[in-house]
C-alpha cells in the first residue's frame, strides 16, 4: 500500500513563494497520480493539483492556475506542488493524496 507524507509549509508574506514536498512510499506508488488538496479554516477540502510520475499530464484547479505548477521526481519518491505570488486566500493546510492514501497534511499561512 502506498504512503504519503507532505511537507515545506510554514509562514509567508502575500507575493511569497512556497514549495511543498510529498513523499511516497510502498512498491507500487509509480502506479497512482499524485492529488493536492486543501483545506482552509471552515471549509470543505478541495482540489489544487494532480501529478503524474511519468512525466504526463498535470492539472491544477483555477483559483491557482498561472501561479502553482507541480513536479515529480521518480528517483527521489517525491512530488512537489510549487507556489508562487502566493494570497491570503491561499492559507491552509495542505494534503497530497496517493491512491486512497492520505498524508496527514502542511500548514501553510499567507499573510498581509
Known amino acids: 500500500q502506498v504512503q504519503v507524507a507532505e511537507s515545506g509549509g510554514g509562514p509567508v508574506q502575500a507575493g511569497g513563494s512556497l514549495r511543498l514536498s510529498c513523499v511516497a512510499s510502498?512498491?507500487?506508488?509509480?502506479?497512482?497520480?499524485i492529488y493536492w488538496f486543501r483545506e482552509a479554516p471552515g471549509k470543505e477540502r478541495e482540489f489544487v493539483a494532480s501529478v503524474t510520475w511519468h512525466g504526463g499530464t498535470t492539472y491544477t484547479a483555477d483559483s491557482v492556475k498561472g501561479r502553482f505548477t507541480t513536479s515529480a521526481d521518480r528517483a527521489k519518491n517525491t512530488a512537489y506542488l510549487h507556489m508562487n505570488n502566493l494570497k491570503p486566500e491561499d492559507t491552509a493546510v495542505y494534503f497530497c493524496?496517493?491512491?486512497?492514501?492520505w498524508g496527514r497534511g502542511t500548514l501553510v499561512t499567507v499573510s498581509v
Open positions: 510502498g512498491p507500487t506508488f509509480t502506479n497512482y497520480d
Open positions: 493524496r496517493s491512491d486512497n492514501s
